[in-house]
Each structure stands twice: as C-alpha cells, then as structure tokens.
C-alpha cells in the first residue's frame, strides 16, 4: 500500500485540496477506488477536471459494478465522460446492467446512454433559457425578483438540455434574469423575512446515545424530522421497486432480470413492506419505530404494508397477542393492506424444503440443540448424507415418526457471523392455533420470513440491525429456490433506558406483582403507553425524531415526553383540579348563592371552546400553595400575602387559620377582593375547586433507579433489585364538576399540575386518572 503522504499528494493533483485529501484518505472504499483508477489511468494527463471526474466516478461505485472501472476510467480520460452528468449516467447504465448477469456492456448503447459526443451549443443553452424564463417563470419572477429561487429554471432546463453544461445553462440563466430585471435594488439585498418559531415549529434535536457507532452501509444517518411522512419522503432514500439489483449486497442470479420484470408486473410497480410480529407477548415502544418505518415507508410512497404475524413457534403464541398486536398497530393509525400469517404458507414452505433438499442444498441432521450452540459448534457428521436418505427423513419427521429434538432440517450455507448451517425445520409435537395437529415440524425464523417476503412481493424487506447477520441466507435462499428475492435494509433499535422491553423480564415483572400487567402505565409497552394517556400521534412523531439509522440508539423517556407534551398542549382542554385539597371558605363571599362560570377549555385559544364550574364561599385550593411561614421568593398564598383565584376574578387573602393539635392546618377563612378592585395585583393565581367531585390519581415516576437496569455492572444484584419504590402513588384529588362523563383515554392539563387521561379501571360513580407527564419544569415557580 502507498504511504498516506504520496496518496495525499496522488490526489492533490487530482484537483483536491490537501484537506480534501486527508477526509477522502478516512473512506477506504473511496481510497480504494481511487487508487485502481490512478492505476488504470497510468500516465495520462487528469487535468482540465479529469482529476475530479475520477474522484466523483470512485465516489460513488458501487460494489455491484466494481468490475467495470476500468471501462469508466478510460473514458473519463479519453474526455468521453467529460462531466459529472455523463459520470452519472454512466453508472446508472451499468447498475441497470447488473440484472443481467455476465452480459457484455454493448458500447454503442453505452455511449448513447452517456450521452458520449454529443455536443450543446452555447446559442441552444441561450434559446432554451430563454423560453422557458419567458413562457413560464417571467411573472414569478417579477413578483420574487431576485429572491425567485433560479434552481427552478435551471432543473427545467436541464430537463430538456441533459447534457448542457451545468456552468453555461447558469451564466445564461443570470444573464437573462438581468436582461429582465436590471441590476438588484436595495430592496432585493434585503433577506427575506425569518419564519415565526410558530411558523416552523422548530423541534430540539434528540440528544441519544449512539450505542453502536458503525452505521449500516444501506442507510446512511438522518436528522430525525418532525412527522413519519416528512421523514420518509425527504431523509430515508431506499431503492426504486423492481431496481433492487442497485442495493449493495443484492445477489444477481441469470434468472434476476426475468424475476424482477414479473416481480413488477404483479406489483405494478408498487411498494410492499411488511410488519412481521411474533405474536407471543405486547408490542413496545422499539416495535413502535418498527411499525413507523414499515407503514410509514410505503404510505408515503403509495405503497402498501403487510401485517403478517409470524406464527411458526405453536408453543408461546396466544391469541391474546393476536388481538393485542393489531389493536396497536391501529392505534398508531395504521390500517394493513393485508393481515396475513406464516402458517398461510407451511405447504408452499414445506415443499420448497423439499425441493432444496433434492438440490443437495439441505439435509436433515441429529446433533442436538445443546451441540449446536456457541460460535465454533462441532461439524454435522450427517452434512453429506445421501440426498434420498435426506428426503427419506426429513419425510418420517413430517409424519411424527421421529421424536421432538432427534432431528432438524440444517441449511448448508454459513451466515456472516460464521454460523454454519442454521436450522430450517425443527420437530414441535405441539398442536398450533391455526392449523390444529396438521404439522409436527415448524420452520424457523431463518428460513420462513425470507421466503414469505418472496410469496408477498415485499420490495422493501425493512428490520433490525441484528438481521443483517442474516442477509445472506436471506438473498441465498430465494436465489437457491430460484424465487423473487426481496432487498433487506437494516436500521438500529430504539432502546429506551430506565426500561425493560424483554417479553420474559416483563412477565416476571408481573407474576412477582411489581406491576399489574403487560399495560401497567410504568412499563413502555405499547398498551402501558396508551393506559398512561400517551397520544399516538406523539409516539410516531418520536420516533420520526429519532430518524433512520444503522446505529442502535437508547433515549430517555424524557425525550418521549416531550414529544407527549408538544401534542397534548394543543390538544388537551384545560381543568381545574386539586391534588391534596385544602379548605378555604371565603367570609365574604360576594354573591348570594353559588354561581355559574363560562371557562375556556384553552385560555390560549379561547375559541376552540369552553366549559361550566362552580364558584361558591367554600372553595379548595392546593395544599402546597399555602405556607404558614413562607421562605423569601415565595409568591402564593400566606398569612400575609393574597394570591389570584384562576378564573373566578377574586383575589383571597388570609383572614384565620385552623390547625389541629399537631399544627397541622386543617382549614382557612380568607377574604376577598375583586381582581379588577385590587390596589395591587397577586404574585401568583392558583387553581382551586367549589362543590367538587373525588378522583382517584395515580401519580408514576420511573419503575428503575438505574439507566441500564439489566446491566450487571449497573445492578449487580440484577433488574428486581433495581425498583423504585415510589414509582406509583395514589391520591384522593378534588375536581370541578366539568369531568363528570369522561371516557376511557380522555385526556385533559390540569391546570399547574401537568397531563392526565381517563383510567380503563374508571366506573361513572368513581374516576381514575393517571398522570401521563407533568408541565414543563418552570424553576421561577414558587
């Protein structure tokens, strides 16, 4: 290898800077293109931007037509690629040949395609220019003036001109939008006004941990984006349905060409993804983002998204899982295309088995499960059993001939991570859901989603980086059945700390009763996050927070709250409510019985409507805003300092208080004043209730002390030593009359308190609500 300082100097004289150098230097792919085109290009002359023709074209091949840089290389000197349009076109002509497998690149079309010796002339650029400026955009642009965005006229043209040189097509589009407008006024240099924060709704970024740092090659880092549509239509670019030979790592077979072209014709060009649950436990907050990418990828391209359950393991599914898991992904707002199973599929699976094994590609083998784990297991010593012995067994497994665990159907392929032959079909006597007693052998994982991914057209086959170990026997199954094969693209998991998402951790969770179940409103699955008063709406914009990419992430709920925050201020009427209510009778109430008052449920917005409550003499104001010896900085209400009644246009202030033995206070009778009367405005306005009704509130703080509760470095004494003890507590909380006839999943602000929603444990005669997050912390607040 060339010592990095003649590789800088190499491509210095490319045309790059010597800091351009040293980043390229950093992309070894790039080096190593870089270095076989200089190689290739010998002792040719690589100036007039020849140099930086070879830098883009090394730039940007792609592994599939490596091979073909020769061929580019010399055409980029020979000056027949003479820009980065031609470059590109070039390499989109050879992706497009991939398909074909071992055809010869036919240089005539080649050329055609590239556009090689075709020439623009400078009068075409200028009278194309000209008519498209004059045709269509001239009123724009005597509107915009110089803040028309002239990118506009430039892609038009382009459109027309393919082959325009990029700097000529501009010079000629300046020049005519001066011949238009004449020089730029003072008026034009002036930027355009900054967008309103209510405008563009800034959101933070995330801050997350990066747990692992390699992002995957097919999806490069994203900012997240504010919605799932946004995201998935400006930030997430995956492959066109039927060019999926254009994806690295895709494996092109002689029936490649002629599989897609069917493909597409069943489709109609259409894209089909699929979000594939094993319905054996409760989806949560991970599978969320799960769901988000697969649903929100085809919505946004037209497409369309497959619920399939996969449903190969009879032993841990319930149909309770079913249910639950469909009852999500609606929740999330999501209707599938189809809800399909694994199962549909067991003959077509079964006899694909088959045919794999009369292609000496399976066998069936004895070791057993305990021999088969662990990175470097022992050799099959059945590998190279007869084919027709192979078919024998695999047979007698079909027919419960054999016992559960004396045999399995083995692949013979070896995985990236050097797993050698995994399991495709192991024996279950175990009757399953759908198909009773019909099949006593299951297929696993491995083998199944591939291949159902192939029977459903999936273009886009999206997972978890952990899969991506298992994208070669992905792409060599379907090859070896000679099937269509699907892309698979890997993204990181969403982790969440302070939080178990295990479906075992969880359900210890619960039969040692720390929670109640798998929707206790202090875990983060789906149906815990609903019950706790999550909106949908903020899950899926939480997760188009955190983008798409190949790097496994762990968040705070802090971040999730937030999101939770942003929906239900703009979306949560406003009620008054006191947690720990403490008497407060007014001596000098100014009516004469108890009144009416018009509130509205939005006082930022008093148009998107109001409710009815009652003022009377005695009313309930919140225990924690008053202090018998208040510390300096206090601004409720004390002994002699009046506080605002929200709402109600009286101000109160202190006349007696009542206390017990201990000195507990037990009551307060205040006079009032009219807030329009008062001399001096209050310091504060609290909340307070009259002729109330009683709730029952949970207050939940987190389950775990600790960020990582499964680390043993963190928790030595593992995950049940890690609870929080305080992580729930109830009170008896006074509210006005204007909750009477909520519903289950309602969700109101409690003024100065925070967000709470409607328990599913309510009765109409008893009201249960849980806190789903508190206001934003206001540290002037006192």
């Known amino acids: 290898m060339v010592a990095n300082e003649d590789l800088i100097l190499q491509f210095q004289r490319l045309g790059m800077s010597e800091q351009k150098a040293k980043e390229t230097l950093k992309n070894a792919n790039v080096t190593r293109n870089l270095q076989l085109a200089l190689s290739e290009s010998g002792s040719n002359d690589l100036s007039d931007g020849v140099g930086m023709l070879l830098y883009h074209m090394a ?31 070039a390499l989109e002509y050879l992706l497009k040949s991939v398909q074909k497998k071992n055809a010869a690149i036919d240089a005539e079309e080649f050329e055609r395609e590239c556009g090689v010796g075709v020439v623009i002339t400078p009068e075409e650029i200028e009278r194309v220019v000209q008519d498209r400026i004059r045709g269509s955009y001239k009123q724009a642009l005597l509107d915009q003036r110089y803040h028309f965005n002239a990118f506009k006229i430039m892609q038009d043209v382009r459109t027309q001109l393919k082959w325009a040189d990029a700097k000529s097509v501009k010079a000629a589009i300046d020049v005519e939008i001066f011949d238009l407008l004449g020089p730029k006024t003072e008026a034009d240099l002036k930027p355009l006004p900054k967008q309103t924060s209510s405008d563009k709704q800034q959101q933070a970024k995330p801050k997350v941990t990066e747990v692992a740092a390699t992002v995957a090659e097919p999806i490069s880092a994203t900012d997240g984006a504010n919605t799932i549509a946004e995201l998935m239509r400006t930030k997430v670019h995956f492959h066109a349905p039927g060019e999926n030979y254009k994806s690295d790592g895709y494996v092109v ?68 899982f079913f249910v639950g898991i469909h009852d999500m ?177 969880i359900a210890k969770l619960i039969t040692e009763r720390i929670v109640s179940d798998w929707d206790d409103p202090r875990l983060f699955t789906l149906t815990a996050l609903r019950r706790r008063g999550f909106p949908a709406e903020a899950i899926n914009n939480f997760c188009a927070q955190m983008g798409v990419t190949g790097a496994q992430i762990a968040v705070d709920p802090s971040m999730l709250e937030a999101a939770v925050r942003d929906v239900l201020n703009v979306s949560a009427p406003r009620r008054l409510v006191v947690l720990e209510p403490l008497k407060v009778t007014i001596t000098n109430f100014p009516h004469a019985a108890p009144v009416e008052l018009e509130v509205p449920d939005f006082p930022q917005n008093p148009s998107q409507g109001t409710h009815k409550i009652i003022l009377d003499k005695v009313v309930y104001i919140e225990r924690s805003d008053f202090k018998l010896e208040p510390e300096k900085g206090y601004r409720r209400l004390a002994p002699k300092q009046s506080v605002g009644l929200r709402h109600a246009g009286l101000i109160i202030s202190v006349l007696q208080v009542k206390q017990d033995v201990n000195g507990q206070v037990l009551e307060l009778e205040c006079s009032c004043v009219s807030a329009e009367q008062a001399v001096e405005k209050p310091k504060a306005f609290v909340q307070w209730v009259s002729q109330p009704i009683e709730l029952e509130v949970r207050l939940y703080e987190q389950l775990f002390k600790h960020k990582n509760p499964e680390d043993p470095n963190e928790v030595p004494n593992g995950f049940l030593s890690d609870i929080n003890e305080h992580s729930m507590s109830m009170v008896s909380a006074y509210a006005d009359r204007a909750l009477n006839g909520v519903k289950v999943y309602d969700k109101f602000q409690f003024e100065r308190i925070g967000f709470f929603s409607v328990d599913p444990d309510s009765q109409p005669t008893h009201l249960v609500f849980n806190r789903t997050v508190g206001l934003k912390e206001d540290s002037g607040k006192k």
Not at 66 to 72: G, K, W
Not at 256 to 280: A, D
Not at 300 to 315: K, M, Q, S
Not at 386 to 396: A, G, H, K, T, V
């Open 59 to 89: 730039s940007k091949l792609k592994p599939q037509i490596a091979d073909h840089l020769p061929l580019l290389v010399r055409y980029i000197v020979a000056r027949k690629l003479d820009n980065t349009q031609r470059v590109d076109a």
């Open 253 to 320: 077979t002689e029936q490649t060409e002629r599989l897609l072209r069917e493909h597409l014709q069943r489709t109609g060009g259409r894209v089909h993804t699929r979000f594939p649950p094993e319905p054996n436990g409760i989806l949560h907050i991970g599978h969320a983002k799960a769901i988000n990418i697969n649903f929100g990828y085809a919505a946004a391209h037209n497409g369309v998204c497959y619920l399939r359950y996969d449903d190969t393991n009879p032993e841990k599914e319930e149909e309770k």
């Open 329 to 505: 992904v609606e929740w999330l707002g999501y209707k599938p295309y189809k809800i399909t199973h694994s199962s549909d599929n067991f003959q077509q699976l079964y006899e694909w088995a088959v045919l794999l094994i009369r292609k000496n590609l399976a066998y069936v083998c004895h070791q057993k499960a305990e021999e088969l784990k662990g990175f470097n297991p022992k050799p099959s010593p059945w590998r190279e059993r007869p084919i027709e012995e192979s078919l024998q067994l695999f047979e007698d497994m079909k027919r419960g001939k054999i016992d559960e665990g004396a045999a399995t159907l083995r692949l013979k392929l070896t995985l990236e991570e050097g797993k050698v032959d995994p399991v495709a079909y192991r024996i279950k006597f175990i009757p399953h859901h759908r198909t009773g007693s019909a099949w006593c052998i299951y297929p696993t994982y491995d083998y199944t989603h591939c291949l159902c991914d192939s029977i459903e057209d999936i273009t886009h086959s999206l997972c978890t980086k952990e899969f991506q170990s298992r994208r070669s026997s992905y792409y060599w199954l379907c090859n070896a059945l000679g099937i269509y094969c699907p892309v698979q693209w890997e993204y990181g998991r969403l982790n969440m700390n302070y939080a178990l998402v295990s479906k075992r951790k």
